[in-house]
C-alpha cells in the first residue's frame, strides 16, 4: 500500500506571497491532518479534515487554511507568507473509523518550505 | 491542558548500550492515547507505537520496549543493545478520545549511536 505523499518536497518562496502544499493520504484514510515543524516550536497541530469538513484546528492565524477533497486528498494554504513560516509541514492520515482520535497517524514525508 | 514533557533533549550512546527515553505526560481526561514516533534525518515520521489509557501492560517489540505507568503519567521507551541505525529523533505524543484527530507532541529526542 502506498504511503502518504506529499508534493513539492521543497518550495521557496519571497515573503508575501502565497503557497499551496498537497497531501495524498494511504487509500482509504478519510482523515488528513497538517503539522508545521520548526527547530523551535518544535511539532504545532494546523488543523485536520475528516469526509471534507474540519473538525479541528491549532491555534494559527487564519493565513493558514486548508480544504479536503472529495477522495480526501487534502491541500493547505498559506498566503501573506512571512519568513516565520519557514517550517517543514507534515501531513498525516488516519483510518477515523468511528472518528476518534485513536488511530494512530501515519505521516508524509513533508514539504520543507523556505521564506526568503 | 495537554502537554507532552520530554526532558531530555539529547542523548548519546555506544552502540550495542541499552537507552531510555522518558516521556511525561498531562491530560484531565480518563480516555487518551499514547504513540512514539520515530524521525529519521530523512524526516517522514514513522509510526512506533500506541497505548491506550486502559492498557498498562508493558510491551516489548523486538529490541524496542514500552513501560506505561498511569500513576506517574508516564510512557517510556527502552531501545535494548542500541544500534547506529537507532540515531534519530524520537517524539512521544499524546491524543485524546474525541473528534479532531489532534495530537499533541513532545519536543522530541534525538538519539545518537556512536559506532
Known amino acids: 500500500k502506498a504511503g502518504v505523499t506529499q508534493t513539492p518536497r521543497y518550495l521557496i518562496k519571497t515573503r508575501g506571497q502565497q503557497v499551496t502544499l498537497s497531501c495524498s493520504p494511504i487509500?482509504?484514510?478519510?482523515?488528513v491532518s497538517w503539522y508545521q515543524q520548526t527547530p523551535g516550536q518544535g511539532l504545532q497541530f494546523l488543523f485536520e479534515y475528516f469526509s471534507e469538513t474540519q473538525r479541528n484546528k491549532g491555534n494559527f492565524p487564519g493565513r493558514f487554511s486548508g480544504r479536503q477533497f472529495s477522495n480526501s486528498r487534502s491541500e493547505m494554504n498559506v498566503s501573506t507568507l512571512e519568513l516565520g513560516d519557514s517550517a517543514l509541514y507534515l501531513c498525516a492520515s488516519s483510518l477515523a473509523l468511528t472518528g476518534g482520535s485513536y488511530n494512530e497517524q501515519f505521516f508524509g514525508p513533508g514539504t520543507r518550505l523556505t521564506v526568503l | 491542558a495537554q502537554k507532552v514533557t520530554q526532558a531530555q533533549t539529547e542523548i548519546s550512546v555506544v552502540e550495542k548500550e541499552d537507552v531510555t527515553l522518558d516521556c511525561v505526560y498531562e491530560t484531565r481526561d480518563t480516555t487518551y492515547y499514547l504513540f512514539w514516533y520515530k524521525q529519521p534525518p530523512s524526516g517522514e515520521l514513522v509510526f512506533l507505537i500506541r497505548?491506550?489509557?486502559?492498557?498498562?501492560q508493558n510491551e516489548i517489540s523486538g529490541r524496542y520496549s514500552w513501560n506505561f505507568q498511569k500513576s506517574t503519567s508516564s510512557f517510556n521507551f527502552t531501545i535494548t543493545a542500541s544500534q547506529v541505525v537507532d540515531s534519530a529523533v524520537y517524539f512521544c505524543a499524546l491524543s485524546e478520545a474525541r473528534p479532531g484527530n489532534q495530537f499533541y507532541f513532545g519536543t522530541g529526542t534525538s538519539l545518537t549511536v556512536i559506532p
Open positions: 497505548r491506550n489509557s486502559f492498557d498498562e
Open positions: 487509500s482509504g484514510h478519510r482523515s
